[in-house]
C-alpha cells in the first residue's frame, strides 16, 4: 500500500534561518506531488507542485522553492525564513493518470520566531 | 477560473442530527471532479467523499453524502446522524482537467462543525 512520509511534524525557526522541509512516498511510481501551506484558521494554498523528477511549477511567488531530486521525494525550502512564512504546511501525492483526489502527509506546523 | 466557496465559517449542531455542509464551485471546464475533505485539531487532511461531474448518482460513503447538484454548482456535504467525534474543520475541494497529469486541486475556506453532546 502507498505511505507518505512527513517530517519534521513541528518545528520552531528564528527569522532569517534557512528551511527545508522532507517528503516522500512510498508503494507508488511516478507520483503528482504537492506541497500546500494552511494559515491558521484557513484553507489551504497550493504553493508547488511537480509532475516529475527536476519539474516543479510554482503557483504563488514566495520566499520559498521546492526541488524533486528523486521521484518519490519532495523538498521544500527556503534560505531565508520571514515570520510570514509561518504556518502549516502539507505534502500530498495523487495518481498521475487519475482525477481522483489527494492523499496528504500528515503536516508540518512551521513558527517563525 | 475556479473557485470554491464555502460560506459557512462555523456551525453548531447537535449530536444524532443531520447535518448539511453547504458549498458552490465555479468552473468553465466539463470535467470534474469534486471532493469533502475533514481535518480534525491534529492537523491531517482525511478524504471523506469524491463525485465526478459525469456522475449521475449521488456519492455516499457510510453516513457521507453528498448532493450534488450541476445546473446549480453546488456539491454540499450531508452527515447523518452526527457524532462527537465529527467536531473538525471540512474543506470542500475541486480538481479541473481531471485528465491532464497537472491538474490541480483547490480548496475552499473551511467549514467549523463543531458537534454538541
Known amino acids: 500500500s502507498q505511505t507518505i512520509h512527513q517530517w519534521p511534524a513541528t518545528l520552531v525557526q528564528p527569522v532569517g534561518s534557512p528551511l527545508s522541509l522532507e517528503c516522500t512516498v512510498e508503494?507508488?511510481?511516478?507520483?503528482?506531488l504537492y506541497w500546500y501551506r494552511q494559515a491558521a484558521g484557513r484553507g489551504l494554498q497550493l504553493l508547488f507542485y511537480?509532475?516529475?523528477?527536476?519539474?516543479i511549477s510554482s503557483e504563488v511567488p514566495q520566499n520559498l522553492s521546492a526541488s524533486r531530486p528523486q521521484d518519490r521525494q519532495f523538498i521544500l525550502s527556503s534560505k531565508k525564513l520571514l515570520l510570514s512564512d509561518s504556518g502549516f504546511y502539507l505534502c500530498?501525492?495523487?495518481?498521475?493518470?487519475?482525477?481522483?483526489?489527494?492523499?496528504f502527509g500528515s503536516g508540518t506546523r512551521l513558527t517563525v520566531v | 477560473a475556479q473557485k470554491i466557496t464555502q460560506t459557512q465559517p462555523g456551525m453548531f449542531v447537535q449530536e444524532k442530527e443531520a447535518v448539511t455542509l453547504d458549498c458552490t464551485y465555479d468552473?468553465?471546464?466539463?470535467?470534474?471532479?469534486l471532493f469533502w475533505y475533514k481535518q480534525p485539531s491534529s492537523g491531517e487532511m482525511i478524504f471523506l467523499i469524491y463525485?465526478?461531474?459525469?456522475?449521475?448518482q449521488n456519492a455516499t460513503e457510510g453516513r457521507y453524502s453528498l448532493n450534488f447538484q450541476k445546473a446549480r454548482k453546488s456539491a454540499n456535504l450531508v452527515i447523518s446522524a452526527s457524532q462527537l467525534g465529527d467536531s473538525a474543520m471540512y474543506f470542500c475541494a475541486m480538481r479541473e482537467g481531471v485528465r491532464s497529469s497537472a491538474s490541480k486541486i483547490i480548496f475552499g475556506s473551511g467549514t467549523r462543525l463543531s458537534i454538541r453532546p
Open positions: 463525485q465526478g461531474s459525469y456522475d449521475e
Open positions: 511537480s509532475v516529475g523528477i527536476g519539474q
Open positions: 508503494g507508488t511510481s511516478n507520483p503528482n
Open positions: 468552473t468553465s471546464d466539463q470535467s470534474y471532479g
Open positions: 500530498a501525492w495523487s495518481q498521475r493518470t487519475s482525477g481522483g483526489g489527494y492523499t
